[in-house]
């Protein structure tokens, strides 16, 4: 699984580097990730990655699945191919 957070969307609550500070951290007023877009999240740490994503309030994380890549509707793209 992949992880990335849309900056433009993000405001910077800092409930995903509560739920999960090993992947995420506040840096200026958005969050950022410490795995790369194209490196895969460590499997121990996809339960709380996903309970991040979902507690974000804007659905600014986006999680990234082999062969099934879903977006939030503001990004306009629904699924992708891997
Ligand atoms: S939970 Fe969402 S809105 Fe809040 S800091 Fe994380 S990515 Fe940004």
Redesign the pocket.
């Known amino acids: 699984m992949k992880v990335l957070?849309?900056g433009d969307?993000?405001?910077?609550?800092?409930?995903?580097?509560m739920?999960c500070p090993e992947i995420?951290a506040?840096d200026g007023d958005?969050?950022k990730t410490s795995v790369g877009a194209h490196e895969d999240v460590p499997p121990e740490l996809e339960g709380p990655c996903r309970e991040?994503a979902e507690?974000?309030?804007?659905?600014?994380?986006v999680l990234m699945e082999p062969g099934d890549v879903r977006f939030p509707d503001h990004c306009g793209l629904k699924r992708l191919s891997c």
């Open positions: 957070v849309e969307f993000c405001i910077g609550d800092g409930t995903c580097s739920v995420f506040i958005v969050a991040a507690l974000c309030p804007v659905m600014a994380i």
